[in-house]
């Protein structure tokens, strides 16, 4: 599957965005999807997952309590609603599918990648 993830911009601390990441195929709602995201100088990390039905999230600790992993299958798009944004949230945010885990957070578990969108938070 083809991943195109949109939504990224520059907000203050405290503000908000809403991630978009759409597929292309008719697979889409037999992945569970995930968010990572890198910020410059560190390794790539989990920030929260939904299976594909949509039933079930996981999520960073990091995170939790601040975003949201949602899907609409029926547009073949995930999306990632973060509110409270910190500092330390800039990175690029990456959407990625999984085949076969279902709700993990392992990078290398995931078979398809979308290209990033940057996430700049200032203070």
């Known amino acids: 599957v083809q991943l195109q993830a949109s939504g990224g911009g520059l907000v203050q601390t405290g503000g908000s965005l809403r991630l978009s990441c759409e597929a292309s195929?008719?697979?889409?709602?037999?992945?569970?999807m995930g968010w990572f995201r890198q910020a410059p100088g560190k390794e790539r990390e989990f920030v929260a997952v939904?299976?594909?039905?949509?039933?079930?999230?996981y999520y960073a600790d990091s995170v939790k309590g601040r975003f949201t992993i949602s899907r609409d299958n029926g547009k073949n798009t995930v999306y990632l609603e973060m509110n409270s944004l910190k500092v330390e949230d800039t990175a690029v945010y990456y959407c990625?599918?999984?085949?076969?885990?279902?709700?993990?957070?392992?990078?290398?578990?995931?078979?398809?990648w979308g290209q990033g969108t940057l996430v700049t938070v200032s203070s």
């Open positions: 195929g008719r697979t889409f709602s037999t992945y569970a």
């Open positions: 939904i299976n594909y039905i949509g039933s079930r999230t």
């Open positions: 990625a599918a999984d085949r076969t885990y279902g709700r993990s957070r392992s990078p290398s578990d995931y078979d398809d």
